[in-house]
């Protein structure tokens, strides 16, 4: 069995609509992300995914509303996730992605398609990611995301 840790983010712009890539080898359209490096936190690796992917630079923010902004020589806190899945990759339960989901603002609207990495990308409304052909738990976690975002105006939750 392998597992593998991921990071994914839901990336919102002014216009509250989502960041979505149409992935390469599952042709469907997900949230933009990808496997964590050896060494690399997993909230730094979200955005770097999100940028390799769409040339968006954005900036996580964190789904708990009670950080304690923890900070001295020994510790720091991290940006939680708004939620840790298990996914079944290969569907036998050989292969699998943990995947920390992040909600994220785009810095930088404009779209930049990585051909080598996507095969398409967009903004879209939450009622039009419900139309795509997406998986049922991308469709759940971009709901979860939205009403948590839209609750709190984008602010640090």
């Known amino acids: 069995m392998k597992n593998h840790f991921t990071a994914t983010g839901i990336v919102f712009n002014d216009a509250y609509e989502i960041l979505m890539i149409k992935h390469k080898k599952f042709g469907v359209w997900l949230p933009p992300g990808g496997h964590v490096d050896i060494n690399e936190l997993p909230c730094e ?41 298990l996914e079944d990759i290969d569907g036998d339960g050989s292969h699998n ?34 139309q795509l052909e997406t998986f049922d738990n991308v ?5 979860k995301a939205a009403r948590h975002f839209k609750a709190n105006r984008g602010e640090r939750l």
């Open 45 to 85: 690796a979200v955005l770097r995914e999100i940028f390799e992917e769409t040339g968006i630079s954005a900036k996580v923010i964190t789904s708990s509303k009670d950080e304690k902004n923890l900070a001295d020589l020994h510790c720091r806190e991290l940006p939680l996730p708004l939620e840790i899945l």
């Open 97 to 130: 992605h943990i995947d920390m989901i992040y909600l994220c603002t785009a810095e930088n609207p404009a779209l930049k398609l990585h051909k080598n990495e996507v095969d398409d990308i967009g903004w879209f409304s939450v009622a039009e990611i419900m």
């Open 139 to 143: 469709r759940h976690t971009v709901e």
